[in-house]
């Protein structure tokens, strides 16, 4: 099975600084799932289960009808996005997460068969964001997330949330050209005593 990101979040870029750039992303809505495991293995196996539901594992929405009898609507194939990303929770477990295309709302996104995937709507955000080359080793997006975060530091921004790790290649695309990205959701530091 072979699958290509077509479409990515929209954001305008509010500031930029070499491979850093804070921006201001549109609302989105994704399927994700909680998976246990380090990183590598709960990238493989919430890719597996979220893969599942895109590709069919799926129940298409249609009309309520006030009418018998009641049917069940084929399941829906979805357009794959990217990025791929996954949240460190505080149990030693990870959220993984698609974007869904922007094509869908709430109400016309097929309803996912498998109960370990739900749909969620997140309102736009800004992100402070260092994109990198290779594997994603954890080793790798550490190092990155601690050079975003002094970065944040030290130009007006404080963060509002936990470090994202964001994928947006294939597993097949060799190391040295897949794109990563650590996302740090973030907010401007006022600059005035009242």
């Known amino acids: 099975m072979t699958a290509s990101a077509t479409e990515e979040p929209s954001f305008e870029t509010v500031t930029e600084d070499g491979k ?15 998976v246990s495991g380090d990183m590598k293995e709960a990238s493989n196996s919430g890719f597996r289960v979220l893969a599942d539901y895109i590709f069919g594992n799926n129940t298409a929405r249609s009309e309520i009808a006030m ?3 009641v049917t069940r609507t084929p399941s829906t194939k979805i357009d794959m996005t990217a990025p791929v990303t996954r949240t460190a929770n505080n149990d030693d477990s990870w959220t993984v997460s698609f974007t869904m295309p922007s094509k869908w709302t709430m109400e016309t996104l097929p309803v996912p068969n498998n109960p370990a995937v739900s749909i969620r709507e997140v309102p736009g955000e800004m992100l ?18 601690a050079e975003l975060e002094a970065w944040i530091g030290s130009h007006g921004y ?7 790790y964001a994928g947006y ?14 996302l740090i959701p973030v907010k401007p530091v006022s600059s005035g005593a009242g």
């Open 169 to 182: 290649d294939a597993p097949w695309k060799p190391a040295p050209f897949r794109r990563n990205e650590v």
């Open 128 to 145: 402070a964001t260092i994109r990198f080359s290779g594997s994603g080793r954890m080793k790798t997006h550490k190092a990155k997330q």
């Open 67 to 69: 009418t018998a009898p």
């Open 20 to 34: 850093i750039e804070v921006r201001q992303y549109e609302p989105i809505i994704v399927a994700e799932t909680d």
């Open 158 to 164: 404080e963060a509002t949330g936990p470090a994202r």
